[in-house]
């Protein structure tokens, strides 16, 4: 048995009545996925799967947390997940993404969906993920305070010249649309 199979639907065995199934992914779960994102995290999965015809609708609900690092200071960071998300997918001849629509092969009739329960999960994160003001890493947010622009330029005590052809920039101002 493989460390997904219990994430397979058998399409073809499916009746006309909805399937719910559940799953608890945890942080065996994401370790075994091996996305980049993440790989930590408690996540509560159902899945509803209705036949309609010969198209398969999905419909994923997925609430829970996932452990980040920070973009800052890259400390562990929980985040909130709550996502509804649908799929449709279709017995055919070869295994195909068509952007909406996913064709699994005829002869298997099995589609697992391990892989898009965690892509789901990423396509909820924010694209900004640091924590609140004040609760980064001290250490850290430090030495990058240490290391900025702004703080070398005031520690070496002199203004830098700045190249005349981006000084004509800082007279620029952006006009807001009312």
Same mark, same amino acid.
């Given at each position: 048995?493989? !460390?997904?199979?219990?994430?397979?639907?058998?399409?073809? &065995?499916?009746? *006309?009545?909805?399937?719910?199934?559940?799953?608890? /992914?945890?942080?065996?779960?994401?370790?075994?996925?091996? #996305?980049?994102?993440?790989?930590? #995290?408690?996540?509560?999965? *159902?899945?509803?799967?209705?036949?309609? !015809?010969?198209?398969?609708?999905?419909?994923?609900?997925?609430?829970?947390?996932?452990?980040?690092?920070?973009? !800052?200071?890259l400390d562990d960071l929980e985040i909130e997940v709550s996502t509804e998300?649908?799929?449709? =997918?279709?017995?055919?001849?070869?295994?195909?993404?068509?952007?909406?629509?996913?064709?699994?092969? $005829?002869?298997? &009739?099995d589609f697992n969906i391990a892989w898009y329960l965690y892509e789901f999960? =990423? /396509?909820?994160?924010?694209?900004?993920?640091?924590?609140?003001?004040?609760?980064?890493?001290?250490?850290? *947010? #430090?030495?990058?305070?240490?290391?900025?622009?702004?703080?070398?330029?005031?520690?070496?005590?002199?203004?830098? $010249?700045?190249?005349? !052809?981006?000084?004509? /920039?800082?007279?620029?101002?952006?006009?807001?649309?009312?």
């Open positions: 048995m493989g !460390r997904f199979d219990k994430y397979n639907v058998d399409l073809k &065995g499916l009746k *006309t009545a909805p399937l719910e199934m559940e799953f608890d /992914l945890d942080n065996a779960f994401f370790g075994d996925i091996e #996305g980049e994102e993440f790989q930590k #995290g408690t996540v509560k999965a *159902t899945v509803t799967v209705q036949k309609n !015809r010969d198209v398969y609708d999905f419909a994923f609900v997925l609430e829970g947390t996932v452990v980040v690092p920070c973009d !800052r200071c998300n649908s799929l449709k =997918v279709k017995l055919g001849d070869d295994y195909a993404d068509e952007g909406d629509i996913v064709i699994v092969p $005829e002869q298997d &009739g999960i =990423v /396509l909820a994160l924010p694209m900004k993920r640091v924590h609140a003001p004040g609760k980064c890493n001290h250490e850290m *947010t #430090g030495k990058l305070k240490k290391h900025s622009v702004e703080e070398s330029d005031v520690a070496d005590g002199e203004e830098q $010249e700045i190249d005349p !052809r981006w000084a004509g /920039l800082k007279n620029i101002q952006i006009e807001e649309d009312n």
